[in-house]
């Protein structure tokens, strides 16, 4: 199409932030980062490569994903641990915090619940900023790899040890119910670790190298009682290809620990509901 007289003019009109947060109540981050102070780890989970393990969380306690032996990806989903109706809402939490997460940004639920499941309260990778390319670490602009997506795009087989079919199948197992009823809960993921972008020439999604190493951390306060689910990617670091068993590919630790006391001032937060308001 030719382009009209004042297209230059049209394009040099100033972006408006979408979603301001001047007004979204912010956690106290300090206030839990003290709450630290004499915490107990309670649990831990190794999360094998090209597998995935479920997790549980009690509100008022942190969790971390910790990097061992090698730069390694994951794939997080998180669940309302009473209700796996309630999960994490990637596009929400990317339309509020934008394109990549760290401190102090929140994991919020889907729709109707709306509320923080998560908050960030420490990253060890937050010095990478944004890279030249656009690229920066803990994405929720990703989906998760996943055997269809492969199978449509390769026209070979199903891959299964992609971080859809690792996070159901750990669901399945965590839940006691079936895969096939259980697939539909998987969602959206954070993209832990991973480093992604858009092109800017293309916009089309891009990932490169992590820059994790090991003894990296991403460190989370639990609003809600949390049921998580980690995927170590078949992709490893994420620097050629992932949904095969090409790349190297390391496992990934979570830890969970208990304060002492909740951070002062902090209380769950409440769940919203249409229902909840207007009646039945
Ligand atoms: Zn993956």
Redesign the pocket.
Known sequence: MTEPGDAEARRKVGPVICYPVDTLPRPDVEAYRAARAGWEKVDEVIVPPREACCFRVPAGSFFRIVSIEGPQVG?LNLWSAGDISERFFSGKTRALHGTHLSTGDQLWSCLPYLRPMATITEDTLDWYGFDEFGGSVHDVIGT??DPYTHKLLSGGDEYHH??HSNLTRALAHSLGRPKEEVEPAVHDVLNVFMCTGFTRDTGQYFMKASPVRPGDYLEFFAEIDLLGAL?A???GDCSAQ?SSDAAACHPLLVEVYRPKAPPAGWAPPPRNGYSRTHGA
């Open positions: 794939d998760r790899c992609c971080c995927s990617c078949p992709g992932h």
